[in-house]
Nanobody, 123 residues
Framework: QVQVMESGGGEVQAGDSLKLSCTASGLTFGHTAMAWFRQAPGKEREGLQCISWNGGIDHYSHHDQGRFTISRDNDKNTVYLKMDNLAPGDSAMYYC????????????????WGRGTQVTVSS
């Protein structure tokens, strides 16, 4: 059974940085594409970035304007999302998802999700 778990969310001030972490088990992590999404209250879930098994990155959205960076450490079964210069509009529940193959699928094609970690940015 695939399990995905996010951590690292919290309450920060505008302009701060935050690094989210996500671990996955029940799969061959080093062979699996991983992605970050977010969902703000009253809005649809938004795909952010995906990283393939070997580090290739797909940008599902350009709303982060280069402020977000996805990375992975296959030895630790962990994927990260570094977020810089956060703004109140970045406040959302952030979700990690595991794909079913080496390479990044379309944003709607992820089947394994974590429960999310809340990020709140105050002005």
């Amino acid at each position: 059974q695939v399990q995905v778990m996010e951590s690292g969310g919290g309450e920060v001030q505008a302009g701060d940085s935050l690094k989210l972490s996500c671990t996955a088990s029940g799969l061959t992590f080093g062979h699996t594409a991983m992605a970050w999404f977010r969902q703000a209250p009253g809005k649809e879930r938004e795909g952010l970035q995906c990283i393939s098994w070997n580090g290739g990155i797909d940008h599902y959205s350009h709303h982060d304007q280069g402020r977000f960076t996805i990375s992975r450490d296959n030895d630790k079964n962990t994927v990260y999302l570094k977020m810089d210069n956060l703004a109140p509009g970045d406040s959302a529940m952030y979700y990690c998802a595991a794909g079913d193959s080496y390479f990044c699928p379309a944003p709607y094609a992820f089947n394994h999700w974590g429960r999310g970690t809340q990020v709140t940015v105050s002005s």
